[in-house]
């Protein structure tokens, strides 16, 4: 999530928004590939998110669109620069909540909403929600988890402001920093966001590094 905003409550945030667009349940998908490759199959046809942490730079991992095939290996659709962590020495702890990145595994996709208004929690305009989960200690529920970006609900920029980090804008590198969330800059989100809805949404997230 943005790194300078508290997290407020999914509900209060729906509330303010009318809700997001749900996704439908999808099949099973398979294992997400090793960076920049592509590997094994699929039960069905269909799309989904797979993020590889880059251990050595947490703010320079990568996140795919990916298409699940049912007799060829899965196809690399698209693939951004995205970061995950606060950038501090718990930005690679998956059960330091607000901190960590999140922890591997597979994820259902819930929702997705162009015009998501999350109020002072720093998560605006096109946002992917996914569901919680508990991190490797067992007791841990890593929770309000989101691919998104920095800007206002609407999907516009806000004002430059020489000397400050401004969180409703792209202000630079710094800005793949998060309360653990993944974030991408706005033209790759925009670019999610078409290519998503040319291929069909995806209902997983895979994590893994």
């Given at each position: 999530?943005?790194?300078r905003?508290?997290?407020?409550p999914?509900?209060a945030?729906?509330?303010?928004?009318?809700g997001l667009?749900?996704?439908?349940t999808?099949?099973?998908?398979?294992a997400?590939?090793?960076?920049?490759?592509?590997?094994?199959?699929?039960?069905?046809?269909g799309?989904?998110?797979?993020?590889?942490?880059?251990?050595?730079?947490?703010g320079?991992?990568?996140?795919?669109?990916?298409?699940?095939?049912?007799?060829?290996?899965?196809?690399v659709?698209?693939?951004?620069?995205a970061?995950?962590?606060?950038?501090g020495p718990?930005?690679?702890?998956e059960?330091a909540?607000s901190?960590?990145w999140?922890?591997?595994?597979?994820y259902?996709?819930?929702?997705?909403d162009?015009?998501?208004?999350g109020?002072?929690?720093?998560?605006?305009g096109k946002v992917?929600?996914?569901e919680?989960?508990?991190?490797e200690?067992?007791?841990?529920?890593?929770?309000e988890l989101f691919?998104h970006?920095?800007?206002?609900?609407?999907?516009?920029q806000?004002?430059?402001q020489?000397g400050?980090d401004?969180?409703?804008?792209?202000?630079?590198?710094?800005d793949y920093?998060?309360?653990g969330?993944i974030?991408l800059n706005?033209?790759?989100?925009?670019?999610?966001f078409?290519?998503?809805?040319?291929?069909?949404?995806?209902?997983?997230?895979?994590?893994a590094?």
């Amino acid at each position: 999530m943005g790194i300078r905003q508290r997290i407020v409550p999914l509900a209060a945030a729906l509330a303010l928004t009318g809700g997001l667009t749900a996704v439908a349940t999808a099949p099973a998908l398979a294992a997400g590939p090793k960076a920049g490759q592509t590997t094994g199959t699929a039960a069905a046809d269909g799309t989904y998110l797979y993020f590889k942490k880059n251990q050595s730079n947490p703010g320079d991992s990568r996140l795919y669109l990916m298409k699940s095939l049912r007799n060829a290996k899965d196809k690399v659709l698209a693939k951004y620069r995205a970061g995950a962590g606060d950038g501090g020495p718990n930005s690679k702890n998956e059960c330091a909540s607000s901190q960590g990145w999140l922890p591997n595994g597979t994820y259902q996709v819930l929702a997705h909403d162009e015009h998501y208004n999350g109020g002072d929690q720093g998560i605006n305009g096109k946002v992917i929600h996914v569901e919680d989960k508990v991190c490797e200690n067992g007791r841990t529920t890593r929770a309000e988890l989101f691919v998104h970006s920095e800007m206002w609900p609407e999907g516009s920029q806000a004002d430059r402001q020489p000397g400050k980090d401004n969180p409703y804008r792209w202000d630079g590198p710094d800005d793949y920093r998060s309360l653990g969330c993944i974030k991408l800059n706005p033209a790759h989100i925009t670019n999610l966001f078409a290519k998503a809805g040319q291929y069909g949404w995806p209902t997983k997230l895979k994590v893994a590094g």
